[in-house]
């Protein structure tokens, strides 16, 4: 059970650039989600998926794109990445259960835009 | 006004010490409640959700004042692997959690 994984973990880009950060999950999780976390701004939500075939904007969602390619996979698109798209990437699956109510997040990815 | 604020702290205290963090939250209409903890460089991780009647675990007790708005972590005898930030979120009648931006703590020897 791997949880949430994230690929690549590292990502240096130039400017104008394009990309894909990849998520799965194995929990079988309906929702699932990906912030940025910036120093001082704590983690914000860019997009996220309550359920497959669905997606919804969060705080954040401008210059990115997602598809949630089935109840496992949702993939994070910086179509031309900027400078200030250099951030810390986590995608994170929920339970959503009753009292159980967990959200869990992959490792991050670590992205520079020069 | 950030919808969940949290004193960034840090907070530094010695082995052994009992710590309390404070967050408070503007919509009085959030649900659910949580606490998160992140290492340096590392994912957040669930510590513990806060229920109405306050809740318990190991060292560890969570409070939860509606009235006032504000959620609190108390942390009894600390340890050096304490040492992390804390991240207070919320949670609305949706499905997105809204992050507090934590508050660092420092155990030292």
């Known amino acids: 059970n791997a949880g949430v994984t994230q690929t690549p973990k590292f990502q240096v880009l130039k400017t104008g650039q394009s990309m894909t950060l990849q998520c799965a999950q194995d929990?079988?999780?309906?929702?699932m989600y990906w912030y940025r976390q910036d120093p001082g701004m704590g983690l914000r939500l860019i997009y996220y998926?309550?359920?497959?075939?669905?997606?919804d904007k969060g705080e954040v969602p401008n210059g990115y794109n997602v598809s949630r390619l089935n109840k496992r996979e949702f993939s994070l698109r910086l179509e031309s990445a900027a400078p200030s798209q250099t951030s810390v990437y986590f995608c994170?699956?929920?339970?959503?259960?009753?009292?159980?109510?967990?959200?869990?997040f992959g490792p991050g990815t670590r992205l520079t835009v020069l | 006004r950030k919808e969940v604020e949290q004193d960034p702290g840090p907070f530094n205290v010695p082995e052994g010490a009992t710590v309390a963090f404070n967050c408070t939250y503007s919509n009085s209409a959030s649900q659910s409640f949580f606490w998160y903890r992140q290492d340096c460089r590392k994912e957040p991780k669930l510590l513990m959700s806060v229920y109405s009647s306050g809740n318990e675990d190991g060292r560890f007790t969570a409070q939860l004042n509606r009235a006032s708005q504000y959620i609190s972590l108390l942390i009894r005898d600390s340890k050096l692997s304490d040492s992390a930030t804390y991240l207070c979120v919320v949670n609305r009648i949706t499905d997105k959690l809204i992050f507090g931006t934590g508050t660092r703590l420092q155990v030292f020897p």
């Open positions: 929990m079988n999780h309906n929702s």
């Open positions: 998926s309550a359920s497959e075939g669905t997606t």
């Open positions: 994170a699956s929920r339970t959503g259960l009753a009292g159980r109510d967990t959200q869990y």
